[in-house]
């Protein structure tokens, strides 16, 4: 009879008839040296195992179980979307063990950003958030940067312990996840298997580190604070820049108001004439009218001229933010959507968002 072959990522016995069922390959990769199965193969590349639905209680049951082990705990962050990627009750969960915050996405800050004031923001707010990291680090997991050093940061800080990475779904954490299975190399992404998170029916990705201690890559959990949760998929194309934001400068009188799209709006109330910097994607569409015609205006142009979002039927109404610029260099921070610097002290501006997503001051990072 014929010889079994076996995948070399989860050990399963290939067979190449049934599609849907387990352990099915395509004939080709039998020809392979190192033969796996389609699961596995997809779930190397990370194109269909990020779409698990992950229940509020499967995610406390793995995070808590993390605190049961010795580890390090690498917790990535979009920067982009601070507050909205942000996993709550992380440093209750997480134990005695050290956790080490990762802020990707660097590359869509803008050149005149100063790395280390993003940094230093970062703890800032994780301070607030009751978290208090061993080191952070920034990253662009698309663009490659920083990937060499942070990987070292790792090694470091692990003292040959497991790590589990563990980050809200759209934070970029499986194209980190690939970058750094290159980054070890061939070898180790021939061995990536998945393996069971006890009481749960979730699967964790196993990255053999040095042969005795291993990375966990966890599932994303689904942050429903996140601007993305209201808007399609094709508008958080619009919405989520690709590439590095051109910042655009609004000159504005007292009483004018920016709509940016109609998923947020800034009021410009008392100040005099002041420019005012805004750091959204480039493709979202920025709409200057007088305060007193702004309700109106939303009123009727939400979803048209007003938009993403396009299908308004379920779209929140947007909460008040009132803030006195004390400092001049302040942005506002609309999280997962953009920010807004102001260059000069004294303005009196109001900030309407969706509810939960969050709108924060920092010092400016320019
Ligand atoms: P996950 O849900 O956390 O696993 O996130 P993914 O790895 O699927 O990435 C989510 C989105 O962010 C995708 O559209 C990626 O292309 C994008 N992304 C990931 N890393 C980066 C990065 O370093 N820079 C930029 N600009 N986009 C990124």
Known sequence: GLEQIRCVGCGISIQTEDKEALGYAPLSALTKELPICQRCFRLKHYNEIQDV??????YRKIVSSIGDEDALVVKIVDIFDFNGSW???LHRYAGKNPILLVGNKLDLLPKSVNPNKVVHWMKKEAKELGLKPIDVQLISAEK??????LAEAIDHFRQGKDV???GCTNTGKSTFINR???QYG???SDFITTSHFPGTTLDLIDIPLDGRSHMYDTPGIINHHQMAHYVSKKELN?????KEIKPMVFQLNEMQTLFFGGLARMDYLKGGKQSFVCHFSNHLNIHRTKT???DELYKNHLGEMLSPPEDITNFPTLKRYEFMIKESKTDVVISGLGWVTFTEAGAKVVFHAPEGVAVTVRKSLI
Not at 238 to 242: D, F, L, S, T
């Open 53 to 58: 639905s992950l229940t509020d209680d499967d």
């Open 87 to 89: 996993l709550p009750g």
């Open 144 to 149: 490659g940067y920083g990937i060499e050093e």
């Open 164 to 166: 589990y990475v563990v």
């Open 180 to 182: 750094l299975i290159k």
């Open 186 to 188: 061939e070898e180790a």
């Open 238 to 242: 619009i919405i989520m820049p690709k």
């Open 292 to 294: 007193e015609k702004a």
